[in-house]
DNA sequence: ATAGATGCAAATGGTTTGCAGAGCT
DNA sequence: AGCTCTGCAAACCATTTGCATCTAT
């Protein structure tokens, strides 16, 4: 299997766009990460190893990722948008705790599978979805 | 079972609130209208009932009104964030046309009971949950 | 009387964009 | 050389907030 860069090379390459050390440094620096991170924490990152990198670079940089089907946007719940790796990774979801923020990722086939049954149901074509399981960790039930 | 109207009143008292004719005025706008409306939209439906109301006001009733459970924040994935009357109606999750938005709402008893028991695998207490399938509808895919 | 509500306009905050200079191919 | 990028700062846009004024209770 090829890894991101290549195929984020490819992409570039397909759509006519050049392939930057921004761009590089900007996919690297999601590639280490394992966290879910926001453009802001992934912005002070990349910073940290290229301080003359721009905030409007990694936005732009970010879309790039996801139009090339590397990244996908997450919505916690929290006002920002957050991003991971998903190339070569199987498709998930997401369990929150509202407390801590912390996340598991969650996969369930049968919950897959009746989202298509029901979407072909009505008649549509299913291009994507999103489920969010927000409630509250163990840990911080017994916090309390 | 109480009308919403008298839900409202009575969160309003509890928390020492006033009813004021705004509130009432919005919180009618809401209940006339099947569908879901961003707050842009309902002011708009607002303003021609009575042109003196503010889009603040618009605003902060939404949210006591979310707080109140009569009212649910919904995500199209289009920017804005539209509500619909939740009390009184049983939950339930949406399949959105992503051309034409269309939406239809969607209740599956199996998907359900998966989260419960993913939530509870993890050791989370579910309080609450997202999910949005997005795709083409028939008809916009015929209209190609 | 008085805590709370309203409308207005200004402020926020995440994200996008215009532009002039810089860089990839 | 020419088209794409970048960084900067300004612009956007939905939503929030400060404030002086009004109002429900």
Same mark, same amino acid.
């Given at each position: 299997m090829k890894n991101p860069q290549e195929v984020f090379n490819e992409y570039l390459a397909e &759509?006519? @766009? /050049?392939?930057t050390p921004q761009r590089r440094l900007i996919l690297d620096t999601i590639i280490k990460q394992k966290a879910h991170l926001s453009s802001e924490e992934l912005y002070a990152k990349v910073k940290a190893r290229d301080a003359s990198v721009g905030q409007a670079t990694v936005?732009?940089?970010? /879309? @790039?990722?996801?139009?090339a089907d590397l990244v996908e946007p997450l919505d916690f719940a929290d006002g920002v948008t957050r991003y991971e790796i998903s190339y070569g990774k199987e498709h998930h979801d997401h369990l929150i705790c509202s407390v801590c923020g912390k996340n598991i990722e969650i996969l369930d086939p049968t919950i897959e599978k009746r989202q298509e049954e029901i979407a072909k149901k009505h008649g549509f074509k299913l291009s994507s979805h999103? &489920? !969010? @399981? !927000?409630?509250?960790? %163990? %840990?911080?039930?017994?916090? /309390?």
């Open positions: &759509m006519n @766009l /050049k392939a936005y732009r940089t970010l /879309k @790039l990722l996801v139009e999103k &489920m !969010y @399981l !927000y409630g509250i960790c %163990d %840990d911080c039930r017994k916090g /309390k």
